[in-house]
């Protein structure tokens, strides 16, 4: 088999698919208006992150590396994209590319996890990289712009010989085959215009511009987040929520939506979410213990500083209250909580003194030692035997809403029991049963109170529900938030903020 006829071909399409991701990615870059690197380049990691974070804090720098950036990606993409000046534009491919590889580079953890094409030291960059670099060494350089300059050039020396009549027919035919990277370019570009027009002007997700889906944009925030105090740690009036990172959705009787959760919320996305956050201002996030791991990864890969307060259980198949708390300190989280329904639990089951135990050697270890609750009565009852934690976390919100079953029907500790098939009975939708009494408590709380479920798990607006907590004494707002929420509910807490008037407990925070 002659392969020499085949491999200019081979070498075009090579050349021209690289060529065109370039092109994309620029022009999708471009396309956005307020594209930036700097959220990328903030949290890059591995050994030259010292780099990348000073070009990102630096305004003077990143006016240039954001225009370089987008048009060097469009020029070395029409270059090798038309087979013009192929060499040259492979080089500077290589080099782009590899500052883009040491940004995150995988060495034994990343972004993405070790998922397809992202994998350990080899990655989809990694190999693009090595295919510029391979088309910058070899002498074929497939048929282009430079080639057609070529099949001119022999054309036109062939006519002045006029020696070889067959030598100028095939001088012409080559003339032709290197214009084809024009129309072939066209023609991609034709559909990715459509499919852009057809999906109302949004940026290919697979680009590094996301796609817009009704969220504010960073450049939107209306100020910065007030803060209070727990312990030594300053955390933001508004703290991220656990559940939708960790999967768990009060979701009702819509059986689909735990899975639509997980499927949304990749590891990838999780820890856009958490940076994004960090940018908004949100420094704090409350979760469940088994998020711990993948919290510890999330800091370790993206040196991301959001202070993780780490919600902690007993361990009763080994009668152990206390392995956990030591587990989450390993971790390196900063603050440390008993978990809601295990204080509701204890103290329905009458282990009581459990949770004092546990405030205790939380403390001991020189953490803040936080206590939740769903039912109101348990932290009653721990206040009345004298358990005072650093802070409490309580859900906090009101009743005024569809699914909320009638309140001659609501128990103490149902919140964490069985679901009812029944709709006036509990059914994963009411998750503060006894507002009144919550009220009150909370007004004569002498410590920090958190308030979470703000939102009755969806059923309630944010301009409502945070409302609502905040005038009726919460220090700080725990909510879970989709990436696209966050810089829309940073601004509904900062007005909030400013217009709540009728709060009548002190701020303890």
């Excluded at 990143?62 to 070395?76: E, R, S």
């Excluded at 780490?310 to 390993?330: G, R, T």
Aim: aromatic share 10%; net charge negative.
């Amino acid at each position: 088999m002659d392969t020499t006829k085949w491999k200019p071909l081979a070498i075009t399409l090579l050349r021209m698919a690289i060529g065109w991701h370039f092109l994309y990615e620029g022009f999708s870059k471009w396309a956005a208006g307020d594209w930036t690197s700097v959220g990328y380049l903030s949290h890059a990691q591995g050994p030259f992150a010292g780099f990348y974070h000073w070009l990102a804090d630096s305004e003077t720098m990143m006016a240039i590396v954001d225009p370089a950036n987008v048009y060097g990606l469009m020029a070395i993409g029409l270059a090798l994209s038309l087979g013009f000046a192929t060499r040259f534009a492979s080089v500077l491919g290589v080099l782009l590319l590899t500052l883009y590889y040491f940004a995150y580079p995988p060495f034994g953890g990343s972004i993405g996890g070790t998922t397809d094409g992202n994998l350990f030291i080899v990655n989809k960059v990694f190999v693009e990289a090595l295919a510029l670099l391979m088309l910058a060494l070899t002498k074929e350089e497939g048929y282009g712009l430079h080639g057609l300059r070529l099949a001119l050039f022999n054309q036109a020396k062939s006519s002045e010989t006029a020696s070889n009549e067959s030598t100028t027919v095939s001088s012409r035919r080559d003339s032709l085959k290197n214009l084809v990277t024009l129309p072939a370019l066209g023609l991609v570009g034709l559909c990715a215009y459509r499919e852009r027009k057809d999906n109302d002007g949004n940026v290919d997700a697979m680009s590094g511009a996301t796609i817009k889906i009704g969220a504010a944009d960073l450049s939107e925030l209306k100020g910065e987040l007030d803060q209070g105090k727990l312990g030594d740690h300053c955390i933001s009036r508004l703290v991220l929520g656990g559940n939708l990172i960790g999967g768990w959705a009060h979701s009702r009787d819509l059986r689909y939506v735990p899975s639509l959760f997980r499927a949304y919320n990749t590891e990838a996305k999780i820890f856009e979410t958490l940076m994004l956050a960090e940018q908004a201002g949100v420094n704090a996030i409350n979760i469940g213990f088994a998020s711990n791991a993948l919290m510890e990864k999330y800091k370790k890969v993206t040196g991301g500083k959001i202070k993780v307060i780490s919600q902690v259980a007993p361990d009763k198949k080994k009668n152990d209250y206390l392995v956990n708390i030591h587990k989450a300190i390993d971790y390196g989280v900063d603050i440390i909580q008993v978990q809601g329904n295990w204080c509701d639990w204890l103290v329905r089951d009458k282990e009581i003194d459990k949770i004092a135990l546990m405030l205790d050697t939380i403390r001991e270890q020189g953490y803040v030692a936080g206590l939740g609750a769903h039912t109101v009565d348990a932290l009653i009852e721990c206040r009345d035997q004298g358990i005072i934690p650093d802070y409490y976390m309580k859900t906090m919100h009101h009743d005024n809403y569809w699914s909320a079953h009638p309140r001659e029907n609501r128990k103490p500790f149902e919140v964490d029991g069985a679901r009812s098939s029944d709709h006036n009975q509990f059914h994963d939708n009411c998750f503060c049963p006894f507002q009144e009494k919550t009220i009150q408590f909370v007004e004569q709380a002498k410590v920090p109170v958190m308030g979470f479920k703000v939102l009755a798990a969806g059923a309630i607006s944010p301009e409502d529900g945070f409302h609502w907590a905040f005038k009726h004494g919460a220090d700080f707002i725990c909510v879970g938030m989709f990436d696209f929420q966050i810089v829309n509910d940073v601004n509904i807490t900062l007005d909030v903020l400013d217009k709540v008037k009728d709060r009548k407990r002190a701020w303890f925070a």
